[in-house]
Structures are given as structure tokens and as C-alpha cells.
């Protein structure tokens, strides 16, 4: 695929880039070098492959919830420099 300074200015348009002349010549090029590569992947013989979503095998590695007993409110509270028995009181952000 051949890419122009045209396509480089609709896509710098969609990807919301504001581009110097001197500039589109060098990202068309860039542009072109990685439409090249991605030709050449596409040339690799695949049959048989199982597509991956992962390059690893990764499996659900987070904790199992279980439930544990919390701090007490008070040990919680005790350094708060306002409170209201139950909660932290802090200045009103927005009005």
C-alpha cells in the first residue's frame, strides 16, 4: 500500500495532530516502512497456529476473596482530627 502525503493529512485529521509540511514527508515514510513490515507478517505460513491473546499462559492470578475481620471503628477514628463518632469529618470541597 502506498502511502501519501494525503493519507498522512486525513489521518493526522483523525488522530487529531497537527503536522508541519516537513513533517508529513517523514511520517509517510515512517508509515510506509510499518505497512511494509505488517506485509511481510501476513507472508508468514500460520496454518495450525492457535491464536493467542497472550504470549504467556496466564490464568487468574489475583487472591481468593475471603472474608477477615477489619480494624475496630474507634482504633480507626482515634486519630482523626474531626469526627462524628461514626466517620472522619473534612471540609466541604465543593459547594
Keep these: 500500500m502506498k502511502i501519501t502525503e494525503e493519507l498522512v493529512d486525513y489521518i493526522s485529521v483523525l488522530s487529531r495532530l497537527k503536522l508541519e509540511p516537513?513533517?508529513?514527508?517523514?511520517?509517510a515514510g515512517e508509515l510506509e516502512k510499518i505497512v511494509s513490515y505488517m506485509d511481510s507478517l501476513a507472508q508468514v505460513?500460520?496454518?495450525?497456529v492457535e491464536p493467542l491473546s497472550h504470549v504467556l499462559n496466564v490464568v487468574n492470578v489475583t487472591r481468593p476473596d475471603e472474608v477477615e475481620p477489619s480494624y475496630d471503628r474507634e482504633t480507626l477514628l482515634r486519630g482523626a482530627?474531626?469526627?462524628d463518632g461514626e466517620t472522619f469529618l473534612v471540609p466541604r470541597a465543593v459547594e
Design 22 to 27: 516537513e513533517e508529513r514527508a517523514e511520517m
Design 45 to 48: 505460513d500460520t496454518q495450525g
Design 81 to 83: 482530627p474531626k469526627r
